[in-house]
Structure formats: C-alpha cells, structure tokens
C-alpha cells in the first residue's frame, strides 16, 4: 500500500547513496524447487556472486522453523513466533510481520492450511497445519541446511587449525 492510496505519506525505500556499503549477503544455494522463497535467480540487482540477499536468508530460516513447528503439532500465530524465535536463536531477529507474511506465502502455495478455531479465552484465531507439499519443502530446506552447515562447520575447524 502506497500513500497515494491511503493518503498519508508516502514510504521510501532506503537505497545505496554514495558512501554506503554493499548489503550483507549470506551465500546459500539456491531455494528448493517450489519454494514460495524466491532465490537469487529472481534477482537481477543487489544480489552477490553466488549468494542471496538477507532478507532471503531470514525467509529460508522462518520457513524451516515454522513447517518444522507445525509438523510437531499444528499451532496459531502467537505460538508460532515464540517457537520459531526459540528454533532460530540468535541468527536472525524475528519479528512476528515475518512470520505471518511466510505463513501468508506458506498457505497461498499450498504448503500449509489454516481454518479458524474458536479461542480458549478470547476471539477465534487461525490455526495452521502442514500439507503435504510442504513436507517435500521441509525435505529440502533441511538439504540446504545441512550443506550450509556443513560448509561452516569446515570453515571454522580451518580457522581453528590455523590459530594453533
């Protein structure tokens, strides 16, 4: 939404002016097939030689956490965040706009569902379950994971060897 639409101001996008620095970028294989996560193949600019930008990054983390949350038992939001905040640590910042405009894009292909159920002690909240196309992601975020992970866990011993 734009401020010529609502008629309040308008949002500027912040961008690289003289002196800036380069965004951060995290090198990541390309996104699982399929995933509502958009890979550096949908980027034309702002993207480094063989890695994706944060944001995408973070994207993939709440991803990952949130389906491996809901195939332990299907949850509504405000569980959700709290148990992907727990899942993520201390990589990323998770703010809950993030986790609800995953599940938004979880639902709208088909990863995950949602119906609406009524609250212990308050209004309905929207519950949410994995289908089973999100499962094949899941598969394949923990591939990419693991290989990151790996290629970390390498990196740091060959640091660690070369501080002896």
């Given at each position: 939404m734009n401020g010529s639409?609502?008629?309040g101001p308008r949002r500027r996008r912040r961008g690289r002016g003289p002196g800036r620095a380069a965004p951060p970028y995290i090198d990541?294989?390309?996104?699982?097939?399929?995933?509502?996560?958009?890979?550096?193949?949908?980027h034309l600019s702002n993207v480094g030689p063989a890695?994706?930008?944060?944001s995408e990054y973070k994207r993939s983390l709440i991803e990952t956490a949130v389906l491996t949350t809901l195939l332990q038992e299907n949850s509504h939001g405000y569980a959700l965040i709290e148990r992907v905040?727990?899942?993520?640590?201390?990589q990323i910042y998770v703010d809950p706009g993030?986790?609800?405009?995953v599940l938004r894009?979880?639902?709208?292909?088909?990863?995950?569902?949602?119906?609406?159920?009524?609250?212990?002690?308050?209004?309905?909240?929207?519950t949410y379950a994995v289908e089973p196309?999100?499962?094949?992601?899941?598969?394949s975020w923990a591939d990419a994971l693991e290989t990151n992970g790996n290629a970390l866990l390498k990196l740091s011993r060959l640091a660690r060897e070369q501080l002896e």
């Open positions: 639409e609502t008629g990541t294989p390309p996104p699982p097939v399929g995933s509502p996560c958009r890979g550096p193949e949908d890695g994706t930008r944060l905040q727990q899942l993520v640590g201390t993030s986790v609800y405009r894009m979880l639902e709208e292909a088909g990863m995950v569902s949602s119906t609406w159920e009524a609250g212990a002690a308050g209004p309905q909240r929207r196309p999100g499962r094949d992601l899941l598969d």
